[in-house]
Each structure stands twice: as C-alpha cells, then as structure tokens.
C-alpha cells in the first residue's frame, strides 16, 4: 500500500486472546468507538466474516462502507478494502499478529484511505494515523482489562 499510514502495539496477551477480539469482526462496536455498527452480509465455509457492512465515525472519516475481509494470511495477517461507500473511494487496511512471548502480542495496523473530495495527503495521513492509533489503544485496553 503507497502512503498508507502505520501503528505497532504491544498488547499483554497471548496471539490466541488477541485473534478471538481481532476476528471477531460483528464484535467491534464494543471495544471500538469509531465503529458504529457492523453488519454481516457474507462468510466463509469457516463462519468467518468475509463481507461487511460498517457505519464507520472516526473523526473526519464518517461514512457507511462496505468491506471485504481476506482470511488468506489468518492467523498471522488478517487485511480488508473497500467494496462501496457513500464518501470514501478506497480503503485498505492490514492487521499483523506477531508473538512476542506466550503473554506479550504484537500488532501492527496498516491503513490507506482515498476520499472523494480533495484533501492534502499530510491530513488525511494524520486522520488515518489517528484512527489506527485509537484503534490500538482501545483493542489494547479491552485486552488488557
């Protein structure tokens, strides 16, 4: 991904706690507060969530998107882009799981948004860099509650 923006945490929990939170895509109204609301429109032979419908508030990034999930990489890798929207015209994104010992995980989240009206690149770069780093900091949180 060209320009995409990029944020590491270090959660204490292991690679499995971690996962059951990250892939539990229907879940994510209850730890992220810049997810309003998912809805489940396709899954895999496995139940695994592979289209969605969010209502997505992040700041400057609000709208209604539609997202598909690439389980190929799972369960180190777990990445999404865009399918429609009513605002944004790209997104993709990327979750990294590494373990750094049997109670300390680390994720990386990797971002890139395109809008549909014309922003300077350095602020849309720090409005994902934000919204990436929430992310983090709250799935860390519910983690480590």
Same mark, same amino acid.
């Given at each position: 991904?060209?320009?995409? @923006?990029? @944020? ?11 996962? $059951? ?5 229907? #879940?994510?109204? %209850?730890? @992220?507060?810049?997810? !309003? ?7 895999? %032979? $496995? ?14 990034? !609000? ?15 777990? @990445? ?17 799981? #590494?373990?750094?010992?049997?109670? /300390?995980? %680390?994720?990386?989240?990797?971002? /890139? ?11 849309? $770069?720090?409005? %994902? #860099?934000? /919204? ?5 900091? $709250? ?7």
């Amino acid at each position: 991904m060209s320009d995409s @923006s990029i @944020s590491r945490v270090s959660i204490d929990a292991s690679v499995g706690a971690v996962s $059951q939170v990250l892939f539990a895509l229907d #879940k994510y109204p %209850e730890w @992220s507060s810049s997810i !309003k609301s998912v809805e489940a429109l396709a899954k895999d %032979e $496995q139940g695994r969530i592979t289209k969605v419908k969010m209502s997505i508030d992040a700041g400057m990034m !609000k709208d209604r998107v539609v997202l598909d999930y690439d389980w190929s990489g799972a369960p180190e890798r777990l @990445s999404f882009s865009l399918d429609e929207a009513d605002l944004l015209t790209g997104m993709e994104g990327t979750y990294s799981i #590494k373990s750094i010992d049997a109670d /300390t995980t %680390e994720i990386t989240y990797e971002l /890139t948004v395109s809008l549909s009206m014309p922003i300077p690149a350095m602020m849309r $770069q720090k409005a %994902e #860099k934000a /919204t990436i780093d929430q992310a983090l900091a $709250q799935l860390k949180a519910t983690l480590e509650a």
